[in-house]
């Protein structure tokens, strides 16, 4: 359950727990003490009573009598005759009180009264009534006792998991990471994803890692024949075929050099790169931008090349640009897999429920089942010689998920490769 219900139902199960407490203590405790208490007033009222009743017969006027005690001892006096009518009445002021009644029958002058005596406890003086006193001193300690329960409660479960939090954040500096827990609330939420986030930043560390160790290797096969080369050409014995041919050759490995930055800067402006540049286009204008793009490139290499669209209607909502280039990648990997003198490559364009399917095949060698599963892989190539970085495929995968595509490889039947790319329609 989630901290922002939790606290509110402590809270009110807290009053709950105070107010039976509260209940339980008057109940069984305060209520014989109280009567006890009121019964012991009534009495001393009563003793009272009856010693203002023997003054107040043997006075002729017992008006002044009563009116005299009424205001030396604070108390409030009626006085009321056989037919019911109030023959005296003093009251003193003594704001909102609570009152304590004691009744006698007295006789003057042959008539008979009914003698009314209140004895006033006024609420500023409550704190005298000692019963009140208990019930007060008895909710401090409920209080106490309820705050002592609900500090135990914040800190094993509040408390406690933020600072095991805290020492596992600490513990990962040193290398040893954090793992998951079981609460739903908002402090396990925070932990599991403290575990997340951590794992993100192992796979990152490990992607910077593989990222250093591949530039370091590929740019240091090519580079080492530079220096090598250019080693040969302070000779000075070296024919002028002989030296064109070197001049070349590093020509060539400069050339592999920089092939292979730009495809790192070009892999690395991606993971960079904040958003796409989305627009509509339809899959017929697409493919056709597809063919002007490759279609004279691949006849001068002799490589028949068709693209079929059977949805040309369909919009797609792409980055143009850089969906191009995933097409480029796919089409400059599978010349590098030709093995017979009549090389094709075909693109298919078709509906497949709420996406259009691109497929882009090949008559090639095909791949093995692990390369299959390997090929999207950042830095993965089947080139030995590792003179290419392994990132175009990674990064044709890279902008067609960032496009809510997705891109994947199978055999086909010909014995070649086959290159799937889903995009969803625009509505």
């Known amino acids: 359950m989630s901290i922002r219900f939790k606290l509110p139902l402590l809270v009110l199960a807290a009053f709950i727990i105070n107010i039976l407490l509260l209940y339980g203590y008057y109940n069984f405790y305060l209520s014989g003490e109280i009567a006890g208490y009121n019964s012991s007033m009534r009495e001393q009222l009563q003793i009272e009573t009856d010693r203002i009743i023997k003054k107040v017969e043997s006075s002729q006027d017992f008006s002044q009598v009563l009116q005299i005690i009424s205001q030396t001892e604070n108390l409030n006096i009626q006085v009321v005759d056989e037919s019911g009518r109030t023959v005296f009445n003093a009251e003193n ?4 009180s609570i009152e304590i009644n004691s009744f006698g029958m007295f006789h003057h002058d042959n008539k008979v009264y009914l003698l ?30 309820i705050l002592l329960f609900i500090a135990a409660i914040f800190y094993f479960n509040y408390v406690k998991p933020i600072i095991a ?13 954090p793992q998951n827990v079981a609460r739903k609330d908002e402090i396990g939420l925070l932990q599991n994803r403290f575990v997340k986030l951590t794992e993100a930043i192992e796979k990152e560390k ?66 960079m790169q904040s958003g796409l540049k989305l627009q509509r286009i339809s899959a017929e204008k697409f493919c056709a931008i ?28 792409i980055d143009i640009p850089k969906m191009r280039r995933v097409f480029g990648n796919i089409i400059g990997n599978s010349l590098k897999h030709f093995s017979h003198k009549k090389p ?38 089947s080139d030995k010689s590792r003179s290419v970085a392994g990132l175009g495929l990674s990064i044709s995968k890279e902008i067609v998920e960032a496009c809510n595509g997705s891109i994947w490889a199978e055999n086909n039947e010909s014995g070649g490769l086959s290159v799937k790319i889903s995009l969803p329609v625009e509505n």
């Open 93 to 96: 002021d003594g704001g909102v």
């Open 116 to 145: 009314k005596v209140t004895r006033p406890v006024s609420l500023k003086n409550i704190s005298s009534y000692y019963v009140v006193w208990n019930l007060f001193i008895a909710e401090i300690f409920i209080i106490c006792f």
């Open 165 to 177: 939090l805290q020492k596992s954040m600490e513990r990962y500096k040193k290398g040893i990471h």
């Open 206 to 271: 490990q992607k910077q890692n593989l990222i250093i160790a591949s530039i370091s290797h590929d740019v240091k096969t090519p580079l080492t024949s530079v220096m090598g080369y250019a080693e040969r050409l302070k000779k000075n014995n070296l024919t002028a075929e002989r030296y064109e041919r070197y001049i070349d050759i590093i020509y060539n490995k400069s050339v592999s050099i920089r092939d292979l930055i730009d495809e790192f800067d070009e892999y690395l402006n991606l993971q």
């Open 290 to 317: 597809l063919k002007s793009d490759y279609e004279e490139e691949l006849a001068e290499r002799e490589v028949a090349f068709s693209i079929s669209v059977s949805c040309p209607d369909e919009i797609l909502f």
């Open 344 to 381: 094709s490559i075909a693109v298919i364009c078709s509906k497949q429920g709420d996406s259009v399917l691109f497929s882009v095949e090949d008559n090639g060698t095909g791949v093995s089942e692990e390369e299959l599963r390997k090929m999207f892989d950042p830095f993965y190539t």
